[in-house]
Structures are given as C-alpha cells and as structure tokens.
C-alpha cells in the first residue's frame, strides 16, 4: 500500500500526464497494430531501420497531439479515464479473438443479447481488463496534478 500512495502523493504537470497516457495507448493498449506491422515487416524481404523506429514515435506523437487536445481541467480525467477503459476492452478483444472494430461491430455490440455476450467473459479477461484497463484508470483519477495559473499557463500551452 504504501507503494501506491507515494505514487498518488506526488504532484505531475497536467502535460505530462497527458503524454503519459499517449505512451501508454502508444504502446501498450495497440499491441494489436504491433503485432499486425510485425507480421507485414516479417514478410519483407528490405526494411528500413528508421522507418521501424518511426512507427511508434509517429503513433505516439499523433496520439499526444488529439490527447493534449481534448486535455481539460474537471473533463480530461473523466474523459481519459472512460476511454482507457473501453480501449483496454477492444485491445484484448483485438488481440485475443482478431475483432476489428469498426461501425460494423459496433452495431453488432448494441444488438447482441446476454448470453452470447456473456460467451466472451473469462478469468483471464476479466484478469487483463483489470490489469490494462482498471488499474491505469485507477492512477489516471488518483494522480495529483500540479495546480497551474490558468490563463498564462493551461490556455497559452493549448494555444501554442
């Protein structure tokens, strides 16, 4: 217990969170892409190292950029908090039963019944959703942020 207090005990500029949690979606909560560019990579005969090492940087990069967007005080957690969580569930979905997610499956989520929903729960989902998609929600919400003089700070960095 101790560990995680000192965690939500230390003050984090609004900032870095936000690129925190585009690391974390980055990498962790798409490692379905990745293991889809391993596999069309694997097949290429001449791969460019730099373009390997720009792939995540690019991703990253790009989903920071949308993320400091929709990063605002009272909102942004709330916000982030919902979208790691239902990330986590398409990313384990993606990875382990090779959805696609697109309006297609949407439709089919909303008309679904119980029991053929009910067919995809297990322990080692349950067990994974918690460990990606619970516990970055938990630091997520729990995390003190820096307290920032809103006008010169927060809008002029939005701004620039």
């Given at each position: 217990?101790?560990?995680s207090s000192?965690?939500?005990?230390?003050e984090?500029?609004y900032?870095?969170?936000v690129?925190?949690?585009?690391?974390?979606?980055g990498i962790?909560?798409n490692?379905p892409l990745?293991?889809?560019?391993y596999?069309?990579?694997s097949?290429?005969e001449?791969?460019?190292?730099?373009?390997?090492?720009?792939l995540?940087?690019?991703l990253?990069?790009a989903?920071?950029?949308?993320?400091?967007?929709?990063?605002?005080p009272?909102?942004?957690?709330?916000?982030?908090?919902v979208?790691?969580?239902?990330?986590?569930?398409?990313a384990y979905?993606s990875?382990?039963?090779?959805?696609i997610?697109d309006?297609?499956?949407?439709?089919?989520?909303?008309?679904?019944?119980?029991?053929?929903?009910?067919?995809?729960?297990?322990?080692?989902?349950?067990?994974?959703?918690?460990?990606?998609?619970?516990?970055?929600?938990?630091?997520?919400?729990?995390v003190k942020?820096?307290?920032?003089?809103?006008?010169k700070?927060?809008?002029?960095?939005k701004?620039t």
């Amino acid at each position: 217990m101790k560990c995680s207090s000192s965690v939500f005990n230390k003050e984090m500029n609004y900032n870095i969170l936000v690129f925190c949690i585009a690391i974390y979606f980055g990498i962790v909560l798409n490692i379905p892409l990745w293991q889809t560019f391993y596999e069309i990579l694997s097949k290429l005969e001449i791969v460019s190292v730099g373009f390997i090492i720009s792939l995540p940087i690019f991703l990253i990069a790009a989903l920071n950029i949308i993320f400091q967007l929709l990063a605002w005080p009272y909102i942004g957690r709330v916000l982030f908090s919902v979208l790691t969580f239902v990330s986590a569930i398409t990313a384990y979905a993606s990875y382990h039963y090779g959805i696609i997610f697109d309006y297609g499956m949407m439709e089919n989520i909303f008309e679904t019944n119980s029991g053929e929903a009910a067919s995809y729960f297990s322990l080692s989902g349950l067990i994974a959703i918690i460990l990606i998609g619970v516990v970055p929600c938990l630091f997520i919400i729990g995390v003190k942020i820096k307290k920032q003089s809103f006008i010169k700070t927060f809008v002029i960095y939005k701004l620039t």
